[in-house]
């Protein structure tokens, strides 16, 4: 398989989860563009997006979720400004001070 085509198997077992949308926002978002399809798909976009970030899925697990490969769900995080590599500080502080560590064993 390509690093361009989809990371997932249509065999791969799915599970429907639906959602009820209020049918005068529905009629806006018709209006917009946005029918069920392309509402289907934004919307596993935005809730694989909303996982990674908030770390309960991986990298792979939230680009098979949106139906990309890993390839376009970065390019997807990136054009919402969302970090692929997230630390928090003290996680950065932790790894400059294993660095720091390293370079003190092997000077140059």
């Known amino acids: 398989m390509s690093v361009l085509e989809e990371e997932f198997s249509v065999t791969d077992p799915m599970i429907v ?12 978002l018709q209006a917009s563009g946005l029918f069920r399809e392309a509402l289907a798909e934004q919307s596993r976009h935005l809730l694989a997006m909303r996982f990674y970030q908030d770390r309960v899925l991986s ?4 680009a098979r979720l949106a ?14 400004n969302i970090p692929v590599i997230g630390y928090s500080d003290e996680e950065l502080a932790v790894e400059f001070a294993a660095v720091d560590r390293l370079a003190k064993t092997f000077p140059r």
Do not use: H, K, M, S
């Open 17 to 28: 989860v639906e959602t009820q949308v209020p049918e005068d926002i529905y009629l806006t």
């Open 59 to 62: 990298l792979g697990q939230a």
């Open 67 to 80: 139906g990309l490969n890993r390839w376009v769900f970065i390019d997807l995080l990136a054009d919402n």
